[in-house]
């Protein structure tokens, strides 16, 4: 009979495989495994159908359970892409079809996936920036879908058009538009996987959070020149609507900072079109016609009005100049940050995220997973049913399971203080050879060191004969021209 692999096979390095200690206790181990599951295999093997068995062999690997897990959400995508398009939307009657039923059922899954996982963590799923996420996105799928829901039970036709903005069907349906967008921008999380584009990833969420960061300072700043804005230019208002007065002062362009809905409008769209002076300027309405059209602008500079002025100048440097290149400041900190040690991170965001899979709850991807849990609820009232004549409780087999779990976990304990062990004693070795290493560099540059000023005093020394040669000759070639003479 063939061997079943084993879930999560162990490859040795090269470094390990050198060391004689770590691989008879590998060896033994994948022995005794391999005895174990060819026993239960010969045990099991005329209960179980082969399909069955196909099936139960490789759910518990964590890579066959992450395959089909986004084999799955690929199909929950392509049907809430044909269910935000849906080509068969007509305003005449509203219909559920096939797309809507399988897109309905995935949202179910996830949002009571990511309730049960808050009751599992507690706190903790918050620590996630793709729990959060998540359960923000599925949590407005379900409050738009409602909402429609109501919405369209209570209309005879889908029209929306013609309902008003704060209708239930069109607040539902602008829910689950957002929540549309925001679960196709979790594909972003798939990338966490691959290597080149995984630390990318990771920089856009370290950078979305400092970009909520100014987002918070912004809206103090926004509501605080709003209170001001307002009180300095309601009057201009009121002013209008009491009718045309001689010698009365106006503002220039429409009163847009007078009005508390066009107010927000317009110092919000600031951020991204700086400018217009004329929506905070105060001109003399004067030489007014008997038509009331026609009449000379003349810009105020009194006090009150200046400084309405000034005040759109301070708010708009503010926002535009101040807390934009603030933002840009920190992402570019961030940035650097995170590009120092990408791999780190990026390493961390890919376990963290594969991590899920090694959960037993995960050889069921939703939505699918209801089916474990009930299985785990039969098995609950399993362990807590009585005898048939009443007189004990039939916990032994609770025990065996409890008993056998806590062996698996002393076993694999073992295993990891054993390769921990071994793991330690390798580096210990390369440590050894590397502090050899390093002494004979160090004794090589103290060498190198020392030997340099015996060279230079050796060339110096050269020099030293060559010039007193150089004189001899000279001096030879003096007394021989004198003897001549």
């Not at 026993?39 to 196909?54: G, I, L, R, T």
């Not at 004329?278 to 030489?287: C, D, F, G, Y």
């Amino acid at each position: 009979d063939k061997t079943p692999d084993p879930a999560i096979p162990m490859e040795l390095l090269e470094e390990e495989k050198q060391n004689s200690s770590i691989i008879p206790m590998i060896n033994a181990d994948k022995e005794k495994e391999h005895e174990d599951m060819e026993q239960s295999e010969k045990e099991n093997k005329h209960m179980e159908h082969s399909v069955f068995s196909f099936f139960r062999e490789r759910i518990h690997r964590p890579i066959f359970r992450m395959i089909v897990y986004h084999f799955l959400e690929v199909i929950y995508l392509i049907a809430l892409g044909f269910s935000m398009y849906d080509p068969k939307d007509t305003v005449e009657l509203s219909v559920l079809w096939s797309y809507d039923i399988i897109t309905i059922i995935f949202v179910v899954s996830y949002f009571f996936e990511d309730i049960i996982d808050i009751f599992r963590r507690k706190w903790t799923s918050f620590s996630s920036f793709w729990s959060f996420y998540s359960l923000i996105n599925h949590s407005l799928f379900m409050l738009g879908g409602l909402l429609s829901a109501y919405g369209f039970w209570q209309l005879k036709d889908s029209n929306r058009a013609i309902l008003s903005g704060n209708n239930p069907v069109n607040v539902g349906s602008t829910f689950v538009s957002m929540a549309a967008s925001m679960a196709f921008f979790r594909i972003c999380r798939w990338f966490l996987l691959q290597r080149t584009l995984g630390p990318v990833v990771v920089c856009i969420i370290k950078v979305l959070r400092d970009a909520f960061h100014i987002f918070l300072l912004f809206l103090i700043i926004f509501v605080s020149f709003a209170v001001g804005t307002f009180s300095m230019f309601k009057t201009f208002k009121l002013n209008s609507d009491s009718g045309p007065h001689d010698n009365s002062f106006q503002m220039e362009k429409e009163q847009s900072l007078a009005h508390v809905k066009s107010l927000f409008s317009a110092m919000f769209w600031r951020v991204f079109d700086p400018g217009e002076p004329e929506l905070a300027s105060i001109v003399n309405a004067t030489s007014i016609t008997s038509d009331g059209k026609n009449y000379d602008d003349i810009l105020s500079l009194d006090f009150s009005h200046f400084m309405g002025l000034a005040f759109w100048a301070i708010y708009q440097a503010t926002i535009v100049i101040l807390l934009i290149n603030i933002l840009i400041a920190m992402m570019n900190t961030t940035y650097t940050k995170v590009s120092e040690h990408a791999d780190l991170h990026w390493k961390y965001s890919k376990s963290y995220y594969q991590i899920q899979f090694l959960a037993p709850r995960a050889v069921l991807p939703p939505p699918f997973r209801f089916i474990y849990y009930f299985a785990k609820f039969m098995r609950y009232l399993k362990g807590k049913c009585t005898c048939c004549n009443g007189a004990y409780c039939c916990d032994s087999a609770a025990k065996d399971v409890k008993e056998d779990k806590e062996k698996k976990n002393k076993e694999y304990r073992d295993l990891l203080q054993k390769l921990v062990k071994t793991k330690q004693h390798s580096d210990y070795e390369n440590s050894i050879q590397d502090d050899f290493r390093d002494l004979r560099q160090d004794i090589q540059n103290m060498v190198s060191d020392k030997q340099k000023p015996v060279h230079e005093e050796m060339n110096e020394l050269k020099k030293m004969m060559e010039e007193l040669l150089k004189n001899n000759q000279e001096l030879k070639s003096e007394i021989q021209s004198l003897r001549k003479q």
